[in-house]
Structures are given as C-alpha cells and as structure tokens.
C-alpha cells in the first residue's frame, strides 16, 4: 500500500463500522487503492484528493476521538500529531486529541528543536483545558471509590470516626492523590487486596488503615515497600508515635542514599509522611 494512506484508511474503515454508507464508501476506497514498492508522491497526493471528494459527499460528519495521548511514548505521540497534521484538512472529519499538555509540548520539543508548542499550535484549532481537581475533590473521589468497596457505612465510620484514618489520609495516602488516574489505580488495587481478606457480612481480616497504607506504598513508593519485610526490627517496637519519624527516615535512607541531606526532596517527605502512619 501506498505510504501515509493505509493507516488513514484504516482508521476511517474501524470508524465508520455500522455506519452503512461510510463503510461502503472505506472498503471502495481501500480496494482502490494500487500495491506498489515503490513510494510514489504524485499518486499519494491523487488518493488524497479522491479521499477528500467521497468524504466531501457524506451526509454527516466523522468525529475521530484519540485518547490518552500522552500516556504514549515520546517518538509516538510525534507520530499521532504528523497524521493530525497530513489529514486534517479532510471534509467532514473532526478530531478530539485527549492529552496532558505539558507532555504533549515536551514531546513535540524533541522534534522540532523546542518549538512545540507552536507546531501544536498550528494544528489546534480550539484548545480546551480542563480545570485540574483540588486535592479536597480528589480526596472526596477516593472515598466514593472506597465506599462501592468497604461499604457507605463502613467507609463513613473511617472518615467521621477514626482520628488515625484521617490523618492517614491527609498526611500520607492523600499526597498521592494527584489527578483521577491515581485515584482510580489505587481504588482498584484495593478492591482486589480487600478481596483477599473478605471474611464475609462486611469483615475483614487485616486492619483496614494497614492495608490503605502498604498499598498505596507499593504502588507509588515500590522499593520501600520491597523493602519492609527485610527491616522488621526496624519498624517495630517501642513507641510508635516517639520513634516513628526516625525509623521512617532511617528506613529510606539505608534504601535510598541519595535522598537525606540536600536530596532530601518532596517525594522523601511524602514517603516518610506515609511509613509513619503506617
């Protein structure tokens, strides 16, 4: 197939399935298109413009949503905004292009000698910015996901009546609680941890604040928490609420050297915030 038309093509083809007239209107447009070896830039630009024409006819308009973009790999999300780019001038097609901005533009950067946000620019017609949730509406998502997993009445008690669980989640596990996405990754692991302990008529058999704690440790903090079983004596015994904070501290930093002293960055406060609750 001719370069640069087949994933057009494509595209249009999986788009318009169940669309009678628009998947017509694909399969003849694929069966035109010649088998070559050979890129030929004059016959690229004919089925272009043969593409053009039939989409021109449609009654309705196609609209080409593109998800997550951001979460792709730098050289890919380059490659999704050339296609934008070569067919964005077709007839009655319109793309919506999900994306975290400031990694799109750091991507784009890397192509085009830092000037990416001005190549975005050039083929963003109406840029929409969704406002990002405060950590109260974050806080306030997690609990309505913990809520469909431990119960309202269980989930309600841990956060008017336990003084030990909202300062778990206000001095530890909220500070991971950067956008939806962590929201929703840290509910579902815990749907599946809880699960495991389920006793039945709404118990289980771990302490529910333990279990948030190391969960949120092993997804967002993996090597600390690699590390607890191996430093048993270290956590343990004593007082907690004296020692904690120096135990916490004296666990990263035998795993992680580098970060005491003036590496002593946000991401080490966070995790000896959430050791010592835990």
């Not at 009655?92 to 750091?106: A, D, E, F, G, P």
């Not at 085009?112 to 963003?124: H, R, S």
């Not at 004296?242 to 002293?261: D, F, H, T, W, Y």
């Given at each position: 197939?001719?370069?640069?038309?087949?994933?057009?093509?494509?595209?249009?083809?999986?788009?318009?399935?169940?669309?009678?007239?628009?998947?017509?209107?694909?399969?003849?447009?694929?069966?035109?298109?010649?088998?070559?070896?050979?890129?030929?830039p004059a016959t690229l630009k004919a089925q272009k413009a043969r593409l053009k024409d039939q989409l021109g006819d449609l009654d309705g308009r196609i609209l080409l949503v593109i998800d997550d973009i951001d979460r792709l790999?730098?050289?890919?999300?380059?490659?999704?905004?050339?296609?934008?780019?070569?067919?964005?001038?077709?007839?009655?097609?319109?793309?919506?292009?999900?994306?975290?901005?400031?990694?799109?533009?750091?991507?784009?950067?890397?192509?085009?000698?830092?000037?990416?946000?001005?190549?975005?620019?050039?083929?963003?017609?109406?840029?929409?910015?969704?406002?990002?949730?405060?950590?109260?509406?974050?806080?306030?998502?997690?609990?309505?996901?913990?809520?469909?997993?431990?119960?309202?009445?269980?989930?309600?008690?841990?956060?008017?009546?336990?003084?030990?669980?909202?300062?778990?989640?206000?001095?530890?596990?909220?500070?991971?609680?950067?956008?939806?996405?962590?929201?929703?990754?840290?509910?579902?692991?815990?749907?599946?941890?809880?699960?495991?302990?389920?006793?039945?008529?709404?118990?289980?058999?771990?302490?529910?604040?333990?279990?948030?704690?190391?969960?949120?440790?092993?997804?967002?903090?993996?090597?600390?928490?690699?590390?607890?079983?191996?430093?048993?004596?270290?956590?343990?015994?004593?007082?907690?609420?004296?020692?904690?904070?120096?135990?916490?501290?004296?666990?990263?930093?035998?795993?992680?050297?580098?970060?005491?002293?003036?590496?002593?960055?946000?991401?080490?406060?966070?995790?000896?915030?959430?050791?010592?609750?835990?």
């Amino acid at each position: 197939a001719i370069p640069g038309v087949g994933p057009v093509l494509e595209l249009l083809t999986q788009l318009g399935k169940g669309l009678d007239k628009t998947g017509d209107l694909m399969d003849k447009l694929s069966d035109a298109v010649p088998q070559s070896e050979s890129f030929n830039p004059a016959t690229l630009k004919a089925q272009k413009a043969r593409l053009k024409d039939q989409l021109g006819d449609l009654d309705g308009r196609i609209l080409l949503v593109i998800d997550d973009i951001d979460r792709l790999t730098f050289d890919q999300i380059a490659a999704v905004f050339q296609l934008v780019k070569a067919t964005c001038d077709f007839p009655n097609v319109m793309y919506l292009l999900v994306y975290q901005h400031s990694t799109v533009v750091t991507a784009l950067d890397e192509r085009t000698a830092g000037q990416g946000q001005q190549y975005l620019d050039k083929i963003v017609q109406m840029p929409l910015s969704v406002p990002e949730p405060s950590p109260k509406a974050l806080v306030s998502m997690f609990g309505n996901r913990l809520e469909r997993i431990l119960g309202k009445k269980r989930t309600e008690a841990l956060f008017f009546q336990s003084d030990s669980f909202r300062r778990l989640i206000r001095e530890g596990v909220s500070r991971y609680l950067t956008n939806p996405r962590t929201v929703k990754r840290l509910a579902a692991s815990l749907s599946f941890s809880f699960s495991a302990f389920d006793v039945g008529d709404g118990d289980y058999d771990v302490e529910i604040e333990d279990l948030l704690g190391l969960e949120t440790l092993r997804l967002y903090e993996f090597d600390l928490w690699q590390a607890i079983p191996f430093h048993k004596n270290l956590l343990t015994g004593g007082s907690p609420d004296i020692q904690a904070r120096r135990r916490s501290k004296k666990l990263i930093s035998g795993i992680r050297p580098s970060a005491v002293g003036k590496d002593h960055d946000e991401r080490t406060v966070e995790a000896e915030s959430l050791l010592k609750k835990v």
